[in-house]
């Protein structure tokens, strides 16, 4: 994807941009594929990626559920949020990214949909790379672990 196309896409107003186009043509090949289960598709994010997710879960609903990590909301999430597949994020709370996981909670909560978003304390942003200098090994684990079940759960 251009890089230039792909940073407009995050800015974006509209989750049926550039970048979900490329991403739907992604998840129709992965479906064709023997070894994957169409009824059962998931994502996961970190950061940019996070932010995919969620726009191709509000434009594609072959997604059941997905897992942005430490991502912003695109701005027509809360008007479309009802249709959204449940969702377990995990947001850093030294991170900018702590007030959209707080906002996304909460509609996903008025919207009654599955979710676990988790705001972990003394956390900053990429909290999950263990190559680099912000990894929390106790946040990492446990947020890998709810991802996992509430995949289990939901897919």
């Known amino acids: 994807m251009c890089i230039v196309q792909t940073i407009r ?5 509209s989750t049926d941009n550039y970048s979900t186009r490329h991403l ?5 090949y992965l479906s064709q594929q ?3 289960d169409a009824d059962r598709l998931g994502a996961i994010g970190f950061c940019m990626g996070g932010n995919f997710a ?3 879960a509000q434009e594609d609903k072959r997604l059941k559920t997905i897992a942005p990590f430490y991502s912003i909301t695109h701005k027509p999430l809360k008007k479309k949020v009802s249709g959204l597949c ?3 994020g995990s947001f850093p709370e030294n991170d ?3 007030k959209q996981g707080r906002q996304l909670a909460r509609a996903l909560a008025q ?3 599955p979710h676990d978003i988790k705001i972990y304390p003394g956390a900053g942003h990429s909290f999950m790379n263990d190559s680099g200098p912000s990894f929390r090994p106790e946040a990492a684990a446990d947020a890998w672990q709810r991802t996992l079940a509430f995949f289990e759960t939901h897919l």
């Open 9 to 13: 896409a995050v800015f974006s107003s």
């Open 24 to 28: 739907r043509n992604a998840l129709t």
């Open 34 to 36: 023997p070894y994957a």
């Open 54 to 56: 969620l726009a191709l």
């Open 86 to 88: 449940p969702v377990v």
């Open 96 to 98: 900018y990214t702590a």
């Open 111 to 113: 919207a009654e949909i």
